[in-house]
């Protein structure tokens, strides 16, 4: 028996924030049917004290059991847990958890700004800063707490500290600034020293958002803040911290821009600048700029990193002869390249998504320039990425290459925020399986720090319908409970005193107001619970709970006594394939129909979570609320008989999906009604952002699963198979973004990295193949796999709370074989399309019974 131990959503857990970090652990073993009836902890500080504790059956976000962590702690813990057997097992290896600055107190840093004079426009060129100090003696540890106003890359000593991308990533940065903490203590040796750093605008300064965007967001002086503590093995400690005596100068990054791209002169990159002994006495002083300690915090998730990396598998020849590179992949990410050839040749790297008509498609990109340039220093070959920029692409054109290109001159170097993968699907059809691999990829590329909406075009933002329709799917995928937690305390910083909610996350003023809008705002109360269902976190209910009850509240005062929601502006069902491609909410569906559903969902989560919480008087008031917004909505939309005014796929989906039915009979009718409009659409999708999660779900749930499959495996546009058959590798924004004659959709707004359509995906995983929580965190897990679209096999593995989930299912000779494996600690309902559903323990399980596909009839 092995266990794993892990500290809150944390995978490197060294600067962390919580001074109480939760516990959690699985627990492996090969013993059937296991439950764990108690656990002992020990905590052990650096003295070798240790402290313990005992419980029972938690082993998910257990509360920590000792004292405080204090700012810079260390301690060791280890965990050991006992079966229903009443056998014990071995402890656990100690596992290390590390506070990092937990008091504004104790940060000593100032802010480092380049003087003005060496500050360009805003996605001008990026500065160097640097200082030289001494290490006195044998260092036993030490660490580097950082940050900054716009986006940096630190060195000691002539190397990179860390690997992040894109540090510190975008939060709101007027209530959310967050640091990183590195162990550096490998990096210093005894005597003279250097720290450096690099420093560009990013989202800090530079330019953000569509149109025109804005710049100078948060301020017009970019600046670091760095606190380097230096523990000797004598019990000493010296600080090095950003001030007034650090030097600053330009460097080679002549221009950096997230949306337009970098330019680099190798040429005036000055050797050694990081290193001790560099003279920079021509720099000019930095000045110290004012920052408010109390705004930093530590992460809560993992930083973008560099992912992984993809060679081209096609070299193209333009009709204009053109050299651009296929890379096989839609993806976020930059280019690298190692070039040789004469000093002050510059190359330019552009990029893009599609091709159309032989060349790379930058309409698409719209005020995005996504453009690199490096001009060579000379000599030998020379390798290079670009620091400060990111872009969205499959394709990239070569300008101006000097030389044959190898094998190994051009590669993609994927970037994303580093989550831990934890979920997989595979099926016997290979379109659908290639359906699911771009929902993956296109998550991939849209978590960049934040989930945005699209990784290429002047706009990245962290649209908040989109991830609220999205999370489920997301939190099966990858473990990004962290991730969001920290998204959502910006959306709580970013919300206002009337409890609105604006469209996206961080909010930065466009010249638009930002109005409440039903499914975006919404985001607020059903993200915290999807966290709460996937991971078993109650803790985010609770740090959420004040802005998911704002945004009720808010929402309820627009309603008024009536509790219809119907004024105001409306994204609607967005994207619906019938609206033309310049008036994407013009949809089939009333915006306030869907509006109001949406108020009594909140509403009745906003009330669970105040029953989960102990809260029981607004349990009570927001379960009346809920009550009756249902009701309102039955008097305004549904006939006597169930018939919804919007005779919509959307309509009907989310009345299912939030059962808005009075009686079953209703129901029923919503049920044979919306299959009834899919076969009237001849099983093409008729859905956008807000039905398209909801739609192949809602026809299961009344028994239409073959109408459902058929949707599903639908490849005429509009269907999710379409863009598979046109050759996509992500999630497209559009149903249509690629015109069937190879064309780009003609509208302003198409990206072909846009993941919110992909959110089809859970129904894959948790209908197709059978396996979803019964519980929060999988605690109870339902295995219930529905076979159908003429598959022979699928699967779905989902690495749980708990340790790793799996349901596989085949059929041959008129029988289905299911096999599931259920993790230690917890148990399983087993639901076969035929058949009682069964309870199961931990372990192996395989059932068979008989089964016949409708779908084959069909064939035959």
């Given at each position: 028996?092995?266990?794993?131990?892990?500290?809150?959503?944390?995978?490197?857990?060294?600067?962390?924030?919580?001074?109480?970090?939760?516990?959690?652990?699985?627990?492996?073993?090969?013993?059937?049917?296991?439950?764990?009836?108690?656990?002992?902890?020990?905590?052990?500080?650096?003295?070798?004290?240790?402290?313990?504790?005992?419980?029972?059956?938690?082993?998910?976000?257990?509360?920590?059991?000792?004292?405080?962590?204090?700012?810079?702690?260390?301690?060791?813990?280890?965990?050991?847990?006992?079966?229903?057997?009443?056998?014990?097992?071995?402890?656990?290896?100690?596992?290390?958890?590390?506070?990092?600055?937990?008091?504004?107190?104790?940060?000593?840093?100032?802010?480092?700004?380049?003087?003005?004079?060496?500050?360009?426009?805003?996605?001008?060129?990026?500065?160097?800063?640097?200082?030289?100090?001494?290490?006195r003696g044998p260092v036993e540890r030490a660490r580097l707490y950082?940050?900054?106003?716009?986006?940096?890359?630190?060195?000691?000593?002539?190397?990179?500290?860390?690997?992040?991308?894109?540090a510190p990533g975008w939060s709101t940065y007027d209530h959310r600034?967050?640091?990183?903490?590195?162990?550096?203590?490998?990096?210093?040796?005894?005597?003279?020293?250097?720290?450096?750093?690099?420093?560009?605008?990013?989202?800090?300064?530079?330019?953000?958002?569509?149109?025109?965007?804005?710049?100078?967001?948060?301020?017009?002086?970019?600046?670091?803040?760095?606190?380097?503590?230096?523990?000797?093995?004598?019990?000493?400690?010296?600080?090095?911290?950003?001030?007034?005596?650090?030097?600053?100068?330009?460097?080679?990054?002549?221009?950096?821009?997230?949306?337009?791209?970098?330019?680099?002169?190798?040429?005036?990159?000055?050797?050694?600048?990081?290193?001790?002994?560099?003279?920079?006495?021509?720099?000019?002083?930095?000045?110290?700029?004012?920052?408010?300690?109390?705004?930093?915090?530590?992460?809560?998730?993992?930083?973008?990193?560099?992912?992984?990396?993809?060679?081209?598998?096609?070299?193209?020849?333009?009709?204009?002869?053109?050299?651009?590179?296929?890379?096989?992949?839609?993806?976020?990410?930059?280019?690298?390249?190692?070039?040789?050839?004469?000093?002050?040749?510059?190359?330019?790297?552009?990029?893009?998504?599609?091709?159309?008509?032989?060349?790379?498609?930058?309409?698409?990109?719209?005020?995005?320039?996504?453009?690199?340039?490096?001009?060579?220093?000379?000599?030998?070959?020379?390798?290079?990425?670009?620091?400060?920029?990111?872009?969205?692409?499959?394709?990239?054109?070569?300008?101006?290459?000097?030389?044959?290109?190898?094998?190994?001159?051009?590669?993609?170097?994927?970037?994303?925020?580093?989550?831990?993968?934890?979920?997989?699907?595979?099926?016997?059809?290979?379109?659908?399986?290639?359906?699911?691999?771009?929902?993956?990829?296109?998550?991939?590329?849209?978590?960049?720090?934040?989930?945005?909406?699209?990784?290429?075009?002047?706009?990245?933002?962290?649209?908040?319908?989109?991830?609220?329709?999205?999370?489920?799917?997301?939190?099966?995928?990858?473990?990004?409970?962290?991730?969001?937690?920290?998204?959502?305390?910006?959306?709580?910083?970013?919300?206002?005193?009337?409890?609105?909610?604006?469209?996206?996350?961080?909010?930065?003023?466009?010249?638009?107001?930002?109005?409440?809008?039903?499914?975006?705002?919404?985001?607020?109360?059903?993200?915290?619970?999807?966290?709460?269902?996937?991971?078993?976190?109650?803790?985010?209910?609770?740090?959420?709970?004040?802005?998911?009850?704002?945004?009720?509240?808010?929402?309820?005062?627009?309603?008024?006594?009536?509790?219809?929601?119907?004024?105001?502006?409306?994204?609607?069902?967005?994207?619906?394939?019938?609206?033309?491609?310049?008036?994407?909410?013009?949809?089939?569906?009333?915006?306030?129909?869907?509006?109001?559903?949406?108020?009594?969902?909140?509403?009745?989560?906003?009330?669970?979570?105040?029953?989960?919480?102990?809260?029981?008087?607004?349990?009570?008031?927001?379960?009346?609320?809920?009550?009756?917004?249902?009701?309102?909505?039955?008097?305004?939309?549904?006939?006597?008989?169930g018939r919804l005014v919007s005779d919509s796929q959307t309509a009907?989906?989310?009345?299912?999906?939030?059962?808005?039915?009075?009686?079953?009979?209703?129901?029923?009718?919503?049920?044979?009604?919306?299959?009834?409009?899919?076969?009237?659409?001849?099983?093409?999708?008729?859905?956008?952002?807000?039905?398209?999660?909801?739609?192949?779900?809602?026809?299961?749930?009344?028994?239409?699963?073959?109408?459902?499959?058929?949707?599903?495996?639908?490849?005429?546009?509009?269907?999710?198979?379409?863009?598979?058959?046109?050759?996509?590798?992500?999630?497209?924004?559009?149903?249509?973004?690629?015109?069937?004659?190879?064309?780009?959709?003609?509208?302003?707004?198409?990206?072909?990295?846009?993941?919110?359509?992909?959110?089809?995906?859970?129904?894959?995983?948790?209908?197709?193949?059978?396996?979803?929580?019964?519980?929060?965190?999988?605690?109870?897990?339902?295995?219930?796999?529905?076979?159908?679209?003429?598959?022979?096999?699928?699967?779905?593995?989902?690495?749980?709370?708990?340790?790793?989930?799996?349901?596989?299912?085949?059929?041959?000779?008129?029988?289905?074989?299911?096999?599931?494996?259920?993790?230690?600690?917890?148990?399983?309902?087993?639901?076969?399309?035929?058949?009682?559903?069964?309870?199961?323990?931990?372990?192996?399980?395989?059932?068979?019974?008989?089964?016949?596909?409708?779908?084959?009839?069909?064939?035959?």
């Amino acid at each position: 028996m092995t266990i794993d131990l892990r500290f809150e959503h944390h995978r490197e857990p060294i600067g962390i924030g919580e001074p109480r970090p939760r516990l959690s652990w699985t627990v492996r073993n090969d013993r059937p049917g296991w439950l764990q009836h108690g656990y002992d902890v020990e905590i052990r500080d650096a003295e070798g004290k240790v402290v313990s504790a005992t419980g029972r059956s938690e082993s998910v976000l257990v509360p920590w059991p000792g004292d405080d962590l204090s700012s810079r702690e260390r301690r060791d813990v280890r965990v050991r847990v006992r079966g229903q057997d009443g056998r014990t097992s071995e402890w656990s290896e100690w596992n290390s958890v590390e506070a990092g600055l937990l008091d504004a107190e104790q940060w000593q840093a100032g802010a480092a700004a380049p003087p003005t004079e060496l500050v360009g426009a805003p996605d001008g060129p990026a500065t160097m800063l640097r200082r030289g100090f001494a290490v006195r003696g044998p260092v036993e540890r030490a660490r580097l707490y950082v940050t900054g106003h716009g986006l940096y890359e630190v060195e000691i000593n002539g190397h990179v500290v860390g690997d992040d991308v894109l540090a510190p990533g975008w939060s709101t940065y007027d209530h959310r600034l967050r640091y990183r903490t590195h162990d550096v203590t490998a990096l210093l040796s005894e005597g003279d020293n250097a720290i450096g750093a690099m420093l560009a605008d990013g989202w800090y300064r530079g330019r953000v958002g569509f149109r025109d965007g804005r710049v100078e967001t948060y301020g017009s002086r970019t600046a670091l803040i760095a606190q380097l503590e230096v523990g000797y093995a004598d019990g000493s400690t010296d600080v090095v911290t950003t001030d007034g005596s650090w030097r600053c100068a330009r460097g080679p990054i002549l221009a950096a821009s997230l949306y337009d791209g970098e330019k680099h002169d190798a040429r005036l990159m000055p050797a050694g600048w990081s290193s001790a002994g560099f003279d920079d006495s021509s720099w000019l002083p930095a000045d110290v700029v004012d920052h408010d300690p109390g705004l930093l915090v530590a992460p809560t998730g993992p930083p973008v990193r560099r992912v992984e990396t993809l060679r081209p598998v096609e070299v193209i020849q333009g009709p204009g002869g053109e050299t651009i590179l296929d890379f096989g992949q839609n993806i976020s990410g930059r280019l690298r390249i190692r070039v040789e050839g004469p000093a002050g040749h510059t190359v330019t790297l552009r990029h893009a998504e599609v091709l159309e008509n032989g060349v790379l498609s930058r309409r698409p990109l719209r005020n995005a320039a996504a453009q690199d340039e490096y001009t060579l220093a000379g000599g030998a070959a020379e390798e290079w990425e670009p620091r400060f920029t990111m872009h969205g692409f499959r394709y990239a054109e070569l300008i101006d290459w000097p030389g044959e290109l190898g094998p190994d001159s051009v590669q993609a170097v994927v970037c994303h925020t580093d989550m831990r993968r934890t979920g997989w699907f595979t099926c016997s059809d290979p379109q659908l399986q290639r359906l699911h691999d771009n929902v993956v990829w296109s998550m991939r590329g849209n978590f960049v720090d934040l989930p945005t909406d699209c990784p290429q075009r002047d706009e990245r933002l962290g649209w908040t319908g989109d991830i609220q329709v999205f999370a489920p799917t997301a939190s099966f995928l990858y473990d990004c409970a962290g991730t969001l937690g920290s998204w959502l305390a910006d959306l709580a910083a970013d919300q206002d005193e009337s409890g609105m909610v604006p469209y996206y996350i961080p909010w930065v003023d466009l010249g638009f107001p930002a109005n409440p809008a039903a499914a975006w705002g919404d985001a607020a109360v059903i993200v915290p619970w999807v966290l709460y269902e996937r991971y078993g976190d109650l803790g985010v209910l609770e740090a959420q709970y004040d802005s998911m009850k704002g945004w009720v509240d808010h929402i309820a005062g627009i309603a008024g006594d009536d509790h219809l929601w119907d004024e105001g502006f409306q994204f609607g069902d967005w994207l619906d394939p019938a609206a033309p491609p310049d008036r994407p909410s013009k949809a089939r569906t009333d915006a306030y129909l869907i509006a109001t559903a949406y108020h009594a969902w909140t509403a009745q989560v906003l009330a669970d979570t105040a029953r989960l919480l102990g809260r029981s008087g607004d349990a009570e008031k927001y379960g009346e609320l809920a009550a009756q917004v249902r009701a309102a909505f039955r008097r305004e939309y549904v006939s006597p008989s169930g018939r919804l005014v919007s005779d919509s796929q959307t309509a009907y989906a989310l009345a299912l999906h939030l059962d808005l039915a009075e009686t079953p009979e209703q129901r029923a009718r919503q049920g044979r009604r919306l299959a009834e409009l899919v076969e009237a659409d001849d099983y093409r999708i008729a859905t956008g952002f807000v039905g398209t999660p909801l739609v192949c779900a809602a026809l299961a749930s009344v028994g239409e699963y073959d109408t459902a499959y058929r949707l599903l495996t639908q490849r005429e546009c509009p269907s999710w198979l379409y863009p598979v058959t046109m050759g996509a590798t992500t999630i497209w924004e559009r149903w249509d973004s690629l015109l069937p004659d190879g064309s780009v959709n003609p509208g302003e707004m198409t990206s072909f990295n846009h993941y919110a359509l992909g959110a089809v995906a859970d129904f894959l995983h948790g209908t197709l193949a059978g396996l979803a929580p019964a519980a929060p965190g999988y605690r109870r897990i339902r295995v219930a796999p529905r076979p159908g679209a003429g598959l022979t096999h699928a699967s779905a593995e989902h690495d749980t709370p708990y340790g790793p989930a799996a349901v596989a299912w085949s059929r041959s000779g008129g029988n289905l074989t299911v096999t599931v494996s259920v993790p230690p600690g917890t148990t399983a309902e087993v639901s076969l399309p035929s058949g009682e559903p069964v309870e199961v323990g931990a372990g192996m399980h395989t059932f068979t019974a008989p089964y016949r596909d409708p779908a084959d009839d069909s064939v035959a």
